[in-house]
């Protein structure tokens, strides 16, 4: 009997997230209908830059729209180039950046509208890399108190993550030490095809 859990919908998501999604007793389910929060993965992504930790944000339009699957993402400026730029530089010299780079350089190469789309966008595209099929759905409605394991909350862009998590190369290491439960982006340029298998021995508390 598969565990029905609920998880919100990130941009690029934590090494955290990735680690519930690829599990196969996990049937997944994505919320589209809460209100959407600020300052979370929703819209953000946290890589390894040169000067350490550095969040990747999308910007959104504020049109007084609320609800996740409404949000629209915002091109007033063009923050696709500087994202790209950011994760070129951050991790062009890793060992499996040039294996993954043409695919990862098209999540920035379309405009979509919607943040739920891209999100799904970028999502699949990892899935691909990740040479992983992976089923989910979306939710009809919200639900305050589901049935589901809610995982809504458990996930913050300002806290450090509960999860333990071995530490693996990074690029910069040398300088700031390890940064654990970036985008899910710095473990695949970082150790690539092993990636699955250390996000499956990992342990949510």
Known sequence: MKNKI?????????ISWFSL????DNGILLEQFENFPKQTYRNRAAIY????KLALIVPIKHNGKRVMKDIEISYAEDWQKLHWKSIKTAYQSTPYFEFYED???SIF????????????NALKVVLKILKKERHFGLTDEYIKSPETKDFREKFSAKSESEMDMPEYYQSFSDKYG????????DLLC???PESVTYL???QLK
């Not at 190469?109 to 799904?120: E, G, P, V």
């Open 178 to 185: 390890f940064i654990k439960d970036l985008s899910i982006l």
């Open 21 to 24: 999604f690829v599990r196969e």
């Open 200 to 202: 499956k021995n990992l």
């Open 49 to 52: 830059g040169a000067n350490g």
């Open 103 to 105: 695919r990862l350089k």
């Open 109 to 120: 190469d379309q405009k979509i509208t919607s943040l739920l789309d891209f999100n799904l």
């Open 6 to 14: 609920l998880l919100p919908l990130f941009y690029l998501p934590p």
């Open 190 to 192: 970082n150790i690539g």
